[in-house]
């Protein structure tokens, strides 16, 4: 079979396709045909090197696709089966070995491009709009970098749950797309300072919530547009790493809060795994969320995928297919 190695940490040019032996699944586990790849930040990291992950390595965090095999003790999925899994690696390659109990069961209503979509970053939108800071009918929420991936996805989430959702965005194009998934006001950070539009579009009041996967360029403005008692919910940083921060800096801006939430810490059990991409797949299939294709690429352009997507220049999912 062929898999993406990493031999080494660096740019895009160490994701080099390689001959490998297909591996067996052993006790409690299954073996995917993978048929589509997430690309995601997370993957970008551990091969820059800023997350350490043990070398030789094959990327991957988020896929779907069908079971091939069975390992020992593995009786709630078959052969045959398409499933879906998140924070697990393996997923550049044509076939994977995975956990059977990060597996989750596709419907027939949702694609396994959909699948592959909404593994990671679906229920990252999932849990920072119904766990870190469940929305209320009727707050204000921030939402940088809304026409990417995830960021389409919290802004769905929210609006459904009665939210106004502010979003920014770099380019027009990515505006009209913010605004197709129901951003009701989008800021043009190139344009505009956000702090001061923020608390413009709030009449001087500030979001209850800001959701954040920038990091560095965005966490100073998050801080700044929050109310008093506000939640500011750092999941990423595909800016680079916030500086430490003095902790009296929560306290002037209105007694708010500061988390650095992570997908794992969310889906702990299985029952919550399965609750939360169930909710999902259950949107997906009456048609009340959108999962937007940014990219597809072949699994030899990995390098190019993970390239784009560090560029912000993209818009919605890329996947490797």
């Known amino acids: 079979m062929r898999a993406i190695v990493i031999k080494e940490h660096g740019g895009p040019e160490v994701l080099r396709l390689t001959a490998t032996e297909t591996p067996a699944p052993g006790p409690g586990e299954a073996l995917v045909d993978v048929e589509a790849r997430g690309v995601n930040f997370i993957d970008v990291y551990q091969r820059s090197g800023a997350y350490q992950v043990p070398l030789p390595y094959v990327p991957g965090m988020e896929a779907a696709g069908t079971v091939a095999a069975l390992g020992e003790g593995v009786t709630d999925l078959r052969v045959g089966q398409r499933v879906g899994w998140a924070m697990a690696p393996g997923g550049y390659a044509d076939q994977a070995v995975v956990s059977a109990s990060l597996l989750v069961p596709v419907p027939d209503a949702v694609s396994t491009e959909q699948a592959a979509a909404l593994m990671l970053q679906g229920m990252t939108a999932h849990y920072l709009t119904h766990s870190v800071h469940p929305v209320a009918e009727g707050e204000t929420v921030l939402v940088h970098a809304a026409a990417g991936g995830t960021g389409l996805l919290v802004t769905q989430l929210a609006k459904a749950r009665g939210a106004r959702v502010i979003g920014t965005v770099s380019t027009d ?34 979001v209850a919530a800001v959701y954040d996967g920038v990091g560095r360029d965005t966490f100073d403005a998050s801080l700044d547009s929050l109310r008093p008692r506000g939640v500011l919910a750092l999941f990423g940083q595909s800016s680079g790493a916030v500086e430490p921060v003095d902790p009296q800096r929560l306290n002037s801006a209105g007694a708010v809060y500061l988390t650095r939430p992570s997908l794992a810490y969310f889906v702990a059990d299985r029952q919550e795994l399965l609750g939360r991409a169930g909710d999902l797949f259950g949107l997906v299939g009456k048609g009340a969320l959108d999962v937007r294709i940014g990219g597809r690429y072949e699994l030899g352009q990995a390098g190019e995928a993970q390239a784009d997507l560090a560029s912000r220049s993209t818009t919605g999912k890329l996947l490797l297919v």
Do not use: C, F, H, Q
């Not at 923020?198 to 009041?205: C, Q």
């Open 173 to 206: 194009e990515k505006e009209r797309i913010a605004r197709e998934a129901g951003a009701d006001e989008v800021i043009r950070y190139t344009r505009t300072p956000v702090a001061p539009a923020v608390r413009e579009l709030t009449d001087g009041e500030g």
